[in-house]
């Protein structure tokens, strides 16, 4: 997302993005996520520049179930409209078949079965292999204005017994630990995998961000409540505990402590860091060998709760 939507427009580079991709395979990354609105349509048109020739080395997973509007992100989830969103990814995309195809968020205007029936179709069609459901971002969502909703543990029941569920993608990360009291043990108990969205909140716990930010004004962190100098000021005691965990491990980074820590969540739970620039996704991946310890997981449970609303 970060390449093609809602960060700083004047960073959005293709040939870089396109490094970056190849980067993080180059690692041994395989999952690339994205989304049919990111741009919109722009950042599947991009990946479809790197599967045309590495299709083999890559998962491929993206989103419909939103539409970008002047105003607003409104769902759409009629069946018509995601089995068109569908076929214009594969083509996008230059791909065959799509790994994963997750419904971005119910639409409050479909009973989400409906939504749920037509995406099983594109199954049985082979034009998708495995579904998804997203529940990250509706509260960034509602200040946009947008009237979206997450996937109730309720809703989530209903559409496993049509079709079974792949994954579930929520914001995961040290300074936001909601979904670990819910989401995440209903994924547990079923054998679901985890996408952790925003896993370094947004790049705040890259600790590469000063309070202030100077966020470009398209960038969305310029209007997030928890990225004004003051809350971001408020919250350095976090990437202060992430630095003291790196340290007991040389060279690591808060970034790659906060990647470490999700991993210790269980091993269906996959952090999808967003990356621009090429040695962000080396960085990130060298996360995969970091082994946190029993002091290092108490110390980074017992950080303070991140302060300045989502809403």
């Not at 950042?43 to 997973?61: P, Y």
């Not at 930010?213 to 969305?220: A, C, L």
Request: a neutral charge; glycine letters at 8%; aromatic letters at 6%.
């Amino acid at each position: 997302m970060p390449m093609s939507w809602a960060y700083s427009s004047s960073e959005q580079r293709g040939e870089s993005s396109l490094r970056t991709v190849h980067a993080a395979l180059d690692e041994g990354t395989t999952l690339l996520d994205t989304a049919d609105m990111y741009g919109p349509f722009t950042n599947e048109l991009l990946l479809g520049r790197i599967l045309r020739q590495r299709r083999q080395d890559a998962f491929v997973s993206t989103k419909a179930g939103l539409l970008v509007g002047e105003q607003h992100i409104v769902a759409n989830g009629r069946p018509e409209h995601l089995r068109r969103a569908c076929d214009a990814s594969l083509r996008r995309l230059q791909t065959e078949v799509i790994d994963l195809y997750q419904l971005h968020r119910p639409d409050p205007e479909v009973p989400i079965e409906e939504s749920w029936g037509a995406m099983a179709e594109l199954v049985a069609a082979g034009k998708v292999r495995a579904l998804g459901l997203c529940a990250v971002g509706a509260r960034a969502s509602r200040r946009a204005g947008a009237s979206l909703h997450q996937p109730t543990l309720a809703q989530l029941d209903r559409v496993q017994q049509i079709f079974p569920v792949s994954s579930v993608q929520a914001e995961l990360s040290v300074w936001s630990r909601e979904a670990l009291e819910g989401l995440l043990p209903w994924c547990t108990a079923r054998g679901v995998g985890f996408l952790a969205a925003m896993p370094l909140g947004n790049g705040y716990l890259t600790g590469t961000l000063t309070p202030g930010g100077g966020f470009e004004p398209d960038d969305v962190r310029a209007r997030h409540p928890r990225f004004t100098a003051e809350m971001m000021a408020a919250n350095q005691p976090i990437v202060a505990g992430l630095r003291r965990v790196a340290a007991r491990h040389g060279d690591a980074t808060p970034a790659q402590v906060a990647l470490a820590w999700l991993l210790t969540q269980g091993r269906h739970v996959v952090p999808v860091p967003g990356a621009k620039k090429a040695h962000w996704p080396v960085q990130n991946a060298a996360a995969a060998k970091l082994t946190l310890t029993a002091e290092d997981l108490v110390e980074i449970d017992a950080l303070p709760v991140a302060q300045g609303s989502w809403d």
